[in-house]
């Protein structure tokens, strides 16, 4: 499958200098003499685009799993603050790694520590590493945030490799104070900017009637709580953070005005449907964004939350889930989610597809041999795991291989 929509019966791919020249039929036979690498009983895929994750929580996988929303976020926070640099580095290196043998070539990262660009960049793996900030008491220091902010983009910077771009996310409307958005807006403009929206009812609660789990452990903090009287995107609109491109996280809450807004402006979506229902956040309406327009991709969320950063369950997930809503996704959006229309999403150039031209990002995966009645892309939604990746290719190169 050369791109969404496209299944070509035996189809091969010519690679030339890490990017695809042809892609059809009868490819081999026009290029003799040339080296040949064949996957017999396995559709050939473009590298699958995760649109969320944070590489560098890896390490943490699972803790915390059963708390409600705003325990959870506390506990991440904590042990955020816990470890040292190298221990981040590795983390990411082993969620790195665990990506890309699971079929997946681009990712939208999210950084706490400024590290994971290299990790991305040691697999040559393409993306963007979004550095995270937190600032939820409007009236703390504001130089500092922005200091840290700042020290955390310039050392993604210098760890990625020229295939890894770098920009910010505030880390969510309830851990960003107006000032916050309204900085991050005007110092960093020039970056990719992302942020978690709308992704749990404790998250609405707190932005719309400054009350729920959220606002309470704020108020112990001492940090001042106010109603916003609207939704979280309507709130982030308000403080002017979306603009075209902006990639807006989670939305499990959002409603159909909030899609159109989002549409309005510009902003594209990424759904992480496991890690939402891992803490019970929410099902969201991706059929609904869709039908509004927006371009939308997956993200296995951090190994925290959906502790799999696996793209083969994200689109199974999605799917099963859109039915329980009674707003079905097809196989096939489904499967551009994870490749073409995620690269979008993202901003990620060129990703998620295997046409001429395109860089040779190529996942072998192994599928059972099909009931009469099912499509290769309705097999490849439904039956196949990440443990049927058979061999990932980045850049033409074969970075996993487990054939047997
Ligand atoms: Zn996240």
Redesign the pocket.
Known sequence: MPEPGTVIERGQIRVESGRVTHAGAEVAARHPGEPVHEFPGCVLIPGLVNC???LELTALRGAGRGLPFAAWIQLVTREIAAHDREFWMESARQGARECLAGGVTSLAD?STHGVSSAAIAETGMRGVVFQECFFPDPRAGLAAMLEGLGRGVRSLEELAGEDVRVGVSC?AAYNAARPALKAVVQEFGDYPRSI?AA?SPAEDRYIREGRGEIAEAHRERGIPVEARRMSPVEYLDNAAYWRPGTLA??LTQASRGDFAILKARGVSAAF?PV?NAALGAGVAGIAAARRAGLTCGF?T??AI?SERLDMFEEMRFALLASRVRNDPLAPSDVFAMATAEGAAAAGIEGAGVLTPGARADAVAVRLPRPPADSTVVDRLVMQASSGDVRAVYVAGRLEVSQIP
């Open positions: 969320h994750t944070h999210y880390h978690h992704e996280v989670h992480c890690s993200g969320d951090s939350s």
